[in-house]
C-alpha cells in the first residue's frame, strides 16, 4: 500500500484512509483476541474445576448414605436466608460445592 502511494498509484488521501481502516481493524482484532483468550483461560478453570469435582465424587461413588465427611468433603458452604413470604414460609438456600460454586434452591 506504501508502494502504491510513493508511486502514484493511489492518492495520499486514498493512502491515508486505507491506512487509518487498516488500524482501527487491527485494533478491533487485538481486543477480540484478548477476548477470547480470557475466555479460553476462565472455561479451562472451569473444565479444571469440573473435573476436581468428578474425581472428589468418585471417591464415594456410589453414594449409599449422605453422611457428614460425604457432606464436610464435598460441599464448601450452604448459606441460608430469612424467610421471603410468611404465609408460605419460603427461605432462599445457596449451596456452595467445592470447585463448582454454588446452586441455588
Same mark, same amino acid.
Given at each position: ?8 498509484? @493511489? ?8 491506512? %487509518?481502516?487498516?488500524? %482501527?481493524?487491527?485494533? =478491533?482484532?487485538?481486543?477480540?483476541? %484478548? ?8 472455561? *479451562?478453570?472451569?473444565?479444571?474445576? $469440573?473435573?476436581?469435582? $468428578? ?13 457428614? %465427611?460425604?457432606?464436610? *468433603?464435598? &460441599? ?6 430469612? *424467610?421471603?413470604?410468611?404465609?408460605? =414460609?419460603?427461605?432462599? &438456600?445457596? &449451596?456452595?460445592?467445592?470447585? @463448582?460454586?454454588?446452586?441455588? $434452591?
Amino acid at each position: 500500500m506504501y508502494e502504491d502511494k510513493v508511486f502514484g498509484r @493511489i492518492s495520499a488521501e486514498r493512502y491515508s484512509s486505507m491506512a %487509518t481502516s487498516l488500524e %482501527t481493524e487491527e485494533t =478491533r482484532l487485538k481486543n477480540r483476541m %484478548t477476548e477470547l483468550h480470557e475466555s479460553l483461560a476462565q472455561q *479451562t478453570r472451569q473444565s479444571k474445576s $469440573a473435573k476436581e469435582f $468428578a474425581d472428589l465424587i468418585e471417591q464415594y461413588a456410589p453414594v449409599k448414605e449422605l453422611d457428614e %465427611t460425604l457432606l464436610n *468433603t464435598l &460441599i464448601e458452604k450452604i448459606v441460608v436466608y430469612e *424467610t421471603e413470604n410468611d404465609s408460605e =414460609r419460603t427461605m432462599p &438456600i445457596e &449451596i456452595y460445592y467445592r470447585f @463448582i460454586g454454588k446452586t441455588t $434452591a
